[in-house]
């Protein structure tokens, strides 16, 4: 399996995106179509960038890609259809992008890991389920979504949740994920709206730790 992540980690640098999680967004892509030419794209967790990449290059020009992240993204490089954006989700609201929602919101967030796997899985679900919460803020009726979880006890209850949101709802993990790795990608595809479920309760998400490792360090999961 190291051999499959060196691969990704050459192709990367190859290819010129900043960390080679950019091919799980593109096989995410690939296989279930969530963004479009034209498409207003949320990306969450999106430090260093490679998940802005693909999007901005699979929405073109006539897009938008609003890459979120608690760390500082370089802009250098990106289209001017990005826009970057040093927040943390918790204080997104409607405001925040002028009432207008998005085609796709995609997520690659993640916490620090701690070394307890369970810590770990709860906190990452605690993360999307804080994104959930707030797709009725984002997200367009009939619009797609991705985030990417730590599966664990909580992982099968957050799919359900996904199932009660959206029409389709399936965990995937990419090729380029290490085998042994927890992490999964949940892709969902036509958001059912505001009223596909109660009023949510509010839940804590962890405020470091998101999106994915920069291009010279070859242990992201």
């Known amino acids: 399996m190291k051999e499959v992540q060196d691969f990704f980690f ?8 900043r ?28 430090a260093p960038g490679s998940w802005t990449q ?21 802009p250098r490089g990106l289209p001017k259809w990005v ?7 918790r204080d997104l609201d409607a405001s925040t ?26 906190r990452s679900c605690h993360l999307c389920q804080a994104l959930l919460d707030r797709l009725p803020n984002w997200l367009r009726r009939g619009g797609h979504s991705t985030m990417k979880v730590f599966e664990g006890a909580e992982y099968p209850e957050l799919l359900r949740r996904t199932e009660r949101l959206f029409e389709d709802s399936k965990g995937f993990k990419p090729r380029s994920s290490r085998a042994e ?14 009223d596909a479920e109660p009023a949510p ?7 470091r730790g ?8 070859d242990r992201s999961a």
């Open 181 to 194: 790795s927890v992490e999964m990608f949940i892709v969902c595809k036509g958001y059912k709206g505001h």
């Open 19 to 46: 960390a080679r999680s950019a091919y799980k967004l593109i096989e995410i892509d690939d296989r279930r179509k969530l963004l479009r030419k034209g498409d207003r794209v949320l990306d969450l967790g999106a």
């Open 54 to 74: 693909v999007a901005a290059a699979r929405v073109g020009e006539h897009g938008l890609v609003v890459g979120v992240d608690l760390k500082a993204i370089d």
């Open 10 to 17: 050459r192709k990367a640098k190859e290819e010129g995106y």
């Open 97 to 122: 992008f002028g009432g207008t929602y998005f085609d796709a919101v995609i997520s690659d967030m993640a916490p620090d890991t701690s070394g307890d796997p369970f810590g770990d899985s709860v």
């Open 201 to 207: 309760e509010s839940r804590p998400a962890r405020r």
């Open 210 to 217: 998101w999106g994915d490792e920069p291009d010279d360090v």
């Open 83 to 89: 826009t970057l954006m040093k927040a943390d989700l």
